[in-house]
């Protein structure tokens, strides 16, 4: 099996201010992942309609499940597990030490030949007491 773990910062690029759904799924899709645990992914308002996790899920024809973290004005981000087997049942927990930095665990069960497989997707922050 193969898994990938991708901070996409907000499809934030380098040089420049934004990377689209599908140039990141594109680079997923290179590496023929079979289950992706992306973090920092952003949800728009629902009124915008620009959620990641479903961009990228649809793109690369993977299920996905998402968990918000941490919300604000135009939106929230959080985890986004996507894979190619069945997701059974997933949940977020919220791991927030503080009210500024908001941090999750999005849990989901995938089902793969009939077994169950149990993911665990998070962010932890940079310091000793976040983790």
Request: charged share 25%; glycine share 8%; aromatic share 8%.
């Amino acid at each position: 099996m193969r898994i990938l773990s991708y901070n996409i910062r907000k499809a934030k690029g380098g040089w420049r201010a934004r990377t689209d759904s599908h140039e990141i799924a594109v680079a997923l899709r290179a590496r023929r992942p079979d289950l992706v645990l992306c973090q920092e992914v952003f949800h728009a308002r629902a009124d915008d309609g620009d959620h990641q996790s479903r961009a990228l899920g649809d793109i690369l024809e993977f299920e996905a499940t998402y968990g918000r973290n941490a919300v604000y004005s135009r939106g929230h981000h959080g985890n986004a597990t996507l894979t190619k087997y069945t997701i059974i049942a997933s949940k977020n927990f919220d791991l927030s030490t503080n009210p500024i930095e908001r941090r999750g665990l999005l849990w989901a069960q995938l089902e793969i030949d009939g077994r169950p497989l149990h993911v665990f997707n998070t962010h932890l922050g940079l310091n000793v007491r976040q983790r």
